[in-house]
């Protein structure tokens, strides 16, 4: 049955034009941070000041993207990951670093669709310590994909493939690995998971896609 949805789940990503992460798939191995696809409006809040967002920007530590009613953007990382966002959203890059071949970053998205893709490690990089922040809950990356909309007081999360480690804000972690199925993270506790079809999938996907529209 696993198999089963986990081939399900491909084909809904392959009609959503979603690819691997690979290094061919960002242009190559990025230094930092680096903006690769934008459409519609997106905004960089640097410091106290909005610079306009373009494909190949490379990102500071501190930056926030922004986009706007139809913006939504791509943002690769040095490990060969990739965050999408979907419109309406805030991304903060809060920091990163490689020290003996631990890629080790920490980001925060405060509101809108967002999805995590972790591709393979980058040559002469042996393992990564990604941590993503919402308002409610704190994702701990492994090698994984996931989708996830951020609200007021609770975060839908949907695995695709992999694990992840979930926490509420005031609970206690675990080790979630239910691919195909979402749950919704509140302040203090996750639910229940629920699965999901195939017509319920595929639009969400669709929200954090360029090549889809």
């Known amino acids: 049955m696993k198999q089963l949805m986990t081939l399900t789940l491909g084909l ?29 409006n997106v905004r960089v809040l640097r410091g106290t000041r909005f610079e ?22 791509y943002i690769d990382f040095p490990d060969n990951s990739r965050v999408k966002l979907g419109i309406r959203s805030r991304f903060l890059v809060r920091d990163w670093s490689e020290k003996e071949g631990i ?11 967002f999805r995590y893709t972790a591709g393979l490690l980058t040559s002469g990089m042996t393992a990564r310590n990604t941590s993503l922040s919402t308002r409610t809950a704190v994702l701990g990356v492994r090698g994984t994909d996931f989708w996830g909309r951020v609200g ?12 992840v480690s979930l926490a509420p804000r005031y609970g206690e972690s675990i080790i979630y690995n239910e691919t195909g199925k979402a749950v919704n993270i509140h302040q203090s506790y996750i639910s229940e998971p629920q699965a999901l079809s195939m017509k319920d999938i595929a639009p969400l996907a669709a929200e954090t896609e360029i090549e889809a529209l």
């Open 12 to 40: 809904i990503l392959l009609m959503c034009s979603v690819q691997p992460v690979i290094a061919d798939d960002i242009n190559g191995i990025v230094e930092s941070p680096t903006i690769t696809r934008t459409l519609g």
């Open 152 to 163: 007021k007081d609770k975060t839908f999360f949907l695995l695709l493939e992999g694990e």
């Open 103 to 113: 890629f080790t970053s920490t980001l925060r998205i405060f509101q809108g669709a």
């Open 52 to 73: 306009r967002a373009y494909p190949g920007m490379k990102l500071k530590q501190g930056d926030e993207i922004r986009t706007g009613r139809k913006g939504r953007a």
